[in-house]
């Protein structure tokens, strides 16, 4: 994610236009969850999305993978193939210097946005007769629940 000037952003925070699937926050979630495990493959990571889901939408195994190819062109993951062991060859992920720097990007977008929504939800509130809470919900480590799709949780 470029740190240069977007007209769109201004100069306060990082640009968030080159960040896609925002509004699951795929690339967010798959850098965590590297930063967190270390060298990963793809089912593995797969297997972890709904601990570290920002929203309750679906993460499918498309958009991950497709993700893991952004991060990796990018510049933010590498990939090698794992051949030990027994089964198939297995494409193992892991972070670089530039992910981490990436998430770290992340966490002031997301911190940004998290302040912005605050704002947005006190507004509502007040416009429809609620008073507004300036009253922070407690910090969890708990995953925000997931909503379960048609397929019963189950990823693609």
């Given at each position: 994610?470029?740190?240069?000037?977007?007209?769109r952003?201004?100069?306060?925070?990082?640009?968030?236009?080159?960040?896609?699937n925002?509004y699951r926050?795929?690339?967010?979630?798959?850098?965590?969850?590297?930063k967190?495990?270390g060298?990963?493959?793809?089912?593995?990571?797969?297997?972890?999305l709904?601990?570290y889901?920002?929203t309750d939408?679906?993460?499918?195994?498309?958009?991950?993978?497709?993700?893991?190819r952004?991060l990796?062109?990018?510049g933010?993951?590498?990939?090698?193939?794992?051949?030990?062991?027994?089964?198939p060859?297995?494409?193992?992920?892991?972070?670089?210097?530039?992910?981490?720097?990436?998430?770290?990007?992340?966490?002031e977008?997301?911190s940004?946005?998290a302040?912005?929504?605050?704002?947005?939800?006190?507004?509502?509130?007040?416009?429809?007769?609620?008073?507004?809470?300036?009253?922070r919900?407690?910090?969890?480590?708990?995953?925000?629940?997931?909503?379960v799709?048609?397929?019963?949780?189950?990823?693609?």
């Amino acid at each position: 994610m470029p740190r240069d000037f977007c007209p769109r952003h201004g100069e306060d925070h990082p640009c968030t236009c080159a960040m896609g699937n925002i509004y699951r926050f795929v690339e967010p979630v798959v850098l965590l969850m590297l930063k967190d495990r270390g060298r990963s493959y793809g089912y593995d990571l797969a297997s972890g999305l709904g601990e570290y889901a920002l929203t309750d939408a679906e993460i499918e195994g498309a958009a991950l993978y497709r993700t893991l190819r952004r991060l990796e062109a990018n510049g933010y993951v590498r990939s090698e193939w794992d051949v030990h062991g027994s089964g198939p060859a297995r494409r193992m992920y892991s972070l670089t210097q530039a992910g981490e720097q990436h998430l770290e990007e992340w966490g002031e977008v997301l911190s940004h946005l998290a302040k912005a929504m605050g704002r947005f939800v006190r507004k509502v509130r007040v416009r429809n007769g609620r008073k507004a809470s300036r009253q922070r919900a407690p910090a969890t480590d708990q995953p925000a629940p997931r909503r379960v799709g048609r397929n019963g949780g189950k990823r693609a």
